[in-house]
Nanobody
């Protein structure tokens, strides 16, 4: 089970930290990712982190503003979002890959329920 939290309403330029707690899986063996779906748009990749946390990947639009991290002792992955923009408004989902290395789209086997992030201008 993946439980995402931390979403909310924030003004442009503000920050939010999303968390995704994982239970029932061997968390430390698998890569984790964050995705988002804006109103009227397809779900898109946001960020990923490998099993150990030593490698990360970001979509271009969030590079330098978002940071993905993980705590394998706590079975939790985080997404620190700074300098938020109205175009970051979306439902954010965490996902667990079926592999340990970085992946952007394929190999995500388990998904959380999503948390709403709304950025006002």
């Amino acid at each position: 089970q993946l439980q995402a939290s931390g979403g909310g309403l924030v003004q442009a330029g503000g920050s939010l930290r999303l968390s995704c707690a994982v239970s029932g899986r061997t968390f430390s063996s698998y890569a984790m990712g964050w995705f988002r779906r804006a109103p009227g748009k397809e779900r898109e990749f946001v960020a990923a982190i490998n099993w150990s946390g030593s490698s990360t990947d970001y979509t271009d639009s969030v590079k330098g503003r978002f940071t993905i991290s993980r705590d394998n002792a706590e079975n939790t992955v985080y997404l620190q979002m700074n300098s938020l923009k109205p175009e970051d408004t979306a439902v954010y989902f965490c996902a667990m890959a079926a592999v340990g290395y970085l992946v952007r789209h394929s190999s995500y086997a388990f998904w959380g329920q999503g948390t709403q992030v709304t950025v006002s201008s």
